[in-house]
């Protein structure tokens, strides 16, 4: 490919707003522009790099079993009604109506497609086990897109879906499919780590999720070096601490002015935070009031106390809402609530005698609540979020804490699909069941952009060769070095590589400026001495010490090919 035909020039300085390396070095690389907040074109760089990751994708998917096909974006809100998320899921999920008033969505991620494919399709037990696939362009209206394609309104997706006919078969093909995300991620030069998760609205028994750890990233990662432990924060324990065994005191009520925080409320007192309880209000979707209660020296986790009520996501109350139910903001306690809201009552907290609650009085607290005794729960569940140094639930070593850029995700969903869109399949002993599906995703321009975070140096991106667009980039310096691009692009192309000829007719300056930047694996260089040495001058974009060699052009393509392993042709 020549670059006096390609669209998209090269930046000296990244627009402002750019948030991480990678992403400034996208925009400088020409790779990547902005059309509107979390839309982006991909200019014909990108574009070669996401076709050889879903090329990796493909051949992964396929060695798993998996078939290809393509499924609508546009799908009746109906279908999405029946499988109950249509209300479920918030604004991100676009939904519009057609020109016969009939609702539409622009759909996230296709379970309701598969399992009426599935309804139509499978009848019989030997047309399972299945799996199918899709790379294809998605919408989710996120409120707070951020990094460049980290966090993206429309987005490309490599979504699969297994159906099979018991949960043993499920559990196979995610195994199975485990193997295969870990060797894509693999391939494409990233490395991740793999942490249990929340099944959120995606519903089912059991997740996982593939992280790259990197400090810009959204989701905190609960670890433990000694055994193993791996699981994002939204789900992870600790051990428990223990509780001192102590009889039930009675309830004293005391004057406490000014203490709207546990934190001056245990000054105030004198006792620790742990000698406290603290409330959350909540709120669901469809408009239930919750109440968390943890220990005071520990943190609601949202994501908990969501699955623990069975809500798609929770959102503050109100000082209205709060005062319905009978309770004073910074002075709360769930004691006197009753069934004007569901009580959640952490685990901790129902072991934990005589903790300091409040009145649900300005200025007042309660000394000596006691869980059973005071006030009951309707649900008693873990709600505490992990922090940096608790012992681990497995071993009780320390464990920490980091940051980690979602990549990709698997989930066991179960039949819960399958049973509201009617996939069914006749067993071999004559009875009907539900079909048992999964569903497995991989954002692809989101693994592009973290393939950038996590190669570049301070001259620009660095690609590994199995997703470079390109094999080599030819700088062809002069008269002489243009001369004889032609022929060694021919040279190159013969030889199954594909390479990047600058032809601009620019400074060399400028040609190994933006060589850098743009990061191919190989930098090759044509000139009047290159020529008189005896060929072209060869060096590795990575090489730490720069150092390069003259290469016959007879040989070139048996060079790159030796430097760049493992890249298969487009």
Same mark, same amino acid.
Request: net charge negative.
């Given at each position: 490919?020549?670059?006096?035909?390609?669209?998209?020039?090269?930046? $000296?300085?990244?627009?402002?707003?750019?948030?991480?390396?990678?992403?400034?070095?996208?925009? $400088?690389?020409?790779?990547?522009?902005?059309?509107?907040?979390?839309?982006?074109?991909?200019?014909?760089?990108?574009?070669?790099?996401?076709?050889?990751?879903?090329?990796?994708?493909?051949?992964?998917?396929?060695?798993?079993?998996?078939?290809?096909? &393509?499924?609508?974006?546009?799908?009746?809100?109906?279908?999405?009604?029946?499988?109950?998320?249509? @209300?479920?899921?918030?604004?991100?999920?676009?939904?519009?109506?057609?020109?016969?008033?009939?609702?539409?969505?622009? +759909?996230?991620?296709?379970?309701?497609?598969? +399992?009426?494919?599935?309804? &139509?399709?499978?009848?019989?037990?030997?047309?399972?086990?299945?799996?199918?696939?899709?790379?294809?362009?998605?919408?989710?209206?996120?409120?707070?897109?951020? =990094?460049?394609?980290?966090?993206?309104?429309?987005?490309?997706?490599?979504?699969?879906?297994?159906?099979?006919? !018991?949960?043993?078969?499920?559990? =196979?093909?995610?195994?199975?499919?485990?193997?295969?995300?870990?060797?894509?991620?693999?391939?494409?030069?990233?490395?991740?780590?793999?942490?249990?998760?929340?099944? %959120?609205?995606?519903?089912?028994?059991?997740?996982?999720?593939?992280?790259?750890?990197?400090?810009?990233?959204?989701?905190?990662?609960?670890?433990?070096?000694?055994?193993?432990? +791996?699981?994002?924060?939204?789900?992870?324990? +600790?051990?428990?601490?223990?509780?001192?065994?102590?009889?039930?005191?009675?309830?004293?009520?005391?004057?406490?002015?000014?203490?709207?925080?546990?934190e001056s409320l245990a000054s105030f007192l004198g006792v620790p935070a742990s000698r406290t309880?603290?409330?959350?209000?909540?709120?669901?979707?469809?408009?239930?009031?919750?109440?968390?209660?943890?220990?005071?020296?520990?943190?609601?986790?949202?994501?908990?106390?969501?699955?623990?009520?069975?809500?798609?996501?929770?959102?503050?109350?109100?000082?209205?809402?709060?005062?319905?139910?009978?309770?004073?903001?910074?002075?709360?306690?769930?004691?006197?609530v009753g069934e004007r809201a569901t009580v959640v009552v952490d685990e901790i907290v129902a072991k934990s005698p005589n903790l300091v609650a409040? *009145?649900?009085?300005?200025?007042?607290?309660?000394?000596?609540?006691?869980?059973?005794? !005071?006030?009951? *729960?309707?649900?008693?569940?873990?709600?505490?979020?992990?922090?940096?140094?608790?012992?681990?639930?497995?071993?009780?070593?320390?464990? $920490?804490?980091?940051?980690?850029?979602?990549?990709?995700?698997?989930?066991?969903?179960?039949?819960?699909?399958?049973?509201?869109?009617?996939?069914?399949?006749?067993?071999?002993?004559?009875?009907?069941?539900?079909?048992?599906?999964?569903?497995?995703?991989?954002?692809? %321009?989101?693994?592009?952009?973290?393939?950038?975070?996590?190669?570049? @140096?301070?001259? %620009?991106?660095?690609?590994?060769?199995?997703?470079?667009?390109?094999?080599?980039?030819?700088?062809?310096?002069?008269?002489?070095?243009?001369?004889?691009?032609?022929?060694?692009?021919?040279?190159?192309?013969?030889?199954?590589?594909?390479?990047?000829?600058?032809?601009?007719?620019?400074?060399?300056?400028?040609?190994?400026?933006?060589?850098?930047?743009?990061?191919?694996?190989?930098?090759?260089?044509?000139?009047?001495?290159?020529?008189?040495?005896? %060929?072209?001058?060869?060096?590795?974009?990575? &090489? *730490?010490?720069?150092?390069?060699?003259?290469?016959?052009?007879?040989?070139?393509? !048996?060079?790159?090919?030796?430097?760049?392993?493992?890249?298969?042709?487009?």
């Amino acid at each position: 490919m020549r670059m006096s035909r390609e669209l998209g020039v090269t930046l $000296r300085e990244a627009p402002a707003g750019a948030e991480t390396p990678g992403h400034q070095l996208l925009l $400088r690389g020409a790779y990547l522009r902005q059309l509107g907040q979390g839309i982006f074109s991909y200019l014909p760089y990108a574009w070669r790099v996401m076709r050889r990751i879903e090329q990796i994708m493909r051949e992964e998917m396929e060695a798993a079993g998996g078939v290809e096909l &393509s499924m609508p974006v546009v799908q009746p809100g109906e279908l999405w009604k029946k499988s109950g998320r249509y @209300d479920k899921i918030g604004p991100e999920l676009a939904r519009f109506s057609d020109r016969r008033e009939r609702p539409m969505v622009l +759909a996230l991620t296709h379970e309701e497609v598969t +399992a009426s494919l599935a309804a &139509s399709e499978i009848q019989s037990w030997r047309q399972l086990p299945r799996l199918v696939y899709q790379i294809q362009l998605k919408f989710r209206d996120d409120p707070r897109p951020r =990094a460049g394609l980290i966090r993206t309104r429309e987005f490309t997706m490599k979504d699969a879906y297994s159906l099979d006919r !018991d949960e043993e078969g499920l559990d =196979a093909q995610y195994a199975r499919l485990h193997e295969a995300y870990l060797a894509i991620f693999a391939r494409c030069g990233l490395e991740v780590l793999a942490v249990e998760a929340d099944v %959120g609205v995606m519903g089912g028994t059991e997740a996982r999720e593939y992280m790259y750890l990197n400090p810009i990233g959204e989701d905190t990662l609960v670890l433990c070096d000694s055994c193993g432990y +791996a699981q994002n924060r939204q789900v992870a324990r +600790a051990a428990q601490p223990e509780v001192a065994e102590e009889r039930p005191a009675p309830l004293e009520r005391l004057a406490t002015p000014g203490t709207n925080t546990i934190e001056s409320l245990a000054s105030f007192l004198g006792v620790p935070a742990s000698r406290t309880a603290k409330v959350v209000f909540m709120a669901t979707s469809d408009g239930r009031f919750v109440v968390g209660v943890v220990r005071g020296d520990m943190q609601l986790n949202e994501t908990k106390l969501a699955a623990a009520v069975r809500a798609a996501e929770l959102r503050p109350m109100t000082t209205d809402e709060i005062a319905s139910i009978g309770c004073v903001p910074g002075y709360a306690s769930p004691i006197g609530v009753g069934e004007r809201a569901t009580v959640v009552v952490d685990e901790i907290v129902a072991k934990s005698p005589n903790l300091v609650a409040g *009145a649900n009085e300005e200025g007042y607290h309660l000394a000596n609540s006691n869980f059973g005794r !005071d006030y009951d *729960a309707d649900l008693i569940a873990d709600l505490t979020a992990v922090a940096d140094g608790q012992p681990c639930a497995v071993c009780g070593s320390p464990l $920490r804490t980091e940051r980690g850029i979602e990549v990709g995700n698997i989930f066991k969903l179960g039949t819960g699909y399958a049973e509201t869109l009617g996939a069914f399949y006749l067993a071999e002993d004559g009875t009907e069941k539900p079909v048992v599906m999964g569903s497995y995703g991989i954002g692809v %321009g989101r693994l592009l952009a973290c393939v950038a975070e996590s190669h570049h @140096d301070e001259r %620009g991106l660095a690609w590994p060769a199995a997703v470079a667009p390109f094999a080599a980039h030819l700088c062809a310096l002069g008269g002489e070095g243009l001369e004889a691009a032609a022929r060694l692009e021919q040279l190159l192309q013969a030889g199954g590589l594909d390479v990047l000829v600058d032809d601009r007719g620019e400074r060399p300056g400028v040609q190994f400026t933006d060589a850098e930047l743009i990061g191919c694996p190989v930098i090759l260089t044509l000139s009047k001495r290159s020529l008189a040495a005896g %060929g072209v001058e060869a060096r590795l974009r990575q &090489s *730490a010490s720069g150092e390069s060699e003259i290469v016959a052009e007879a040989d070139i393509a !048996d060079w790159v090919r030796q430097a760049v392993p493992g890249r298969a042709r487009l």
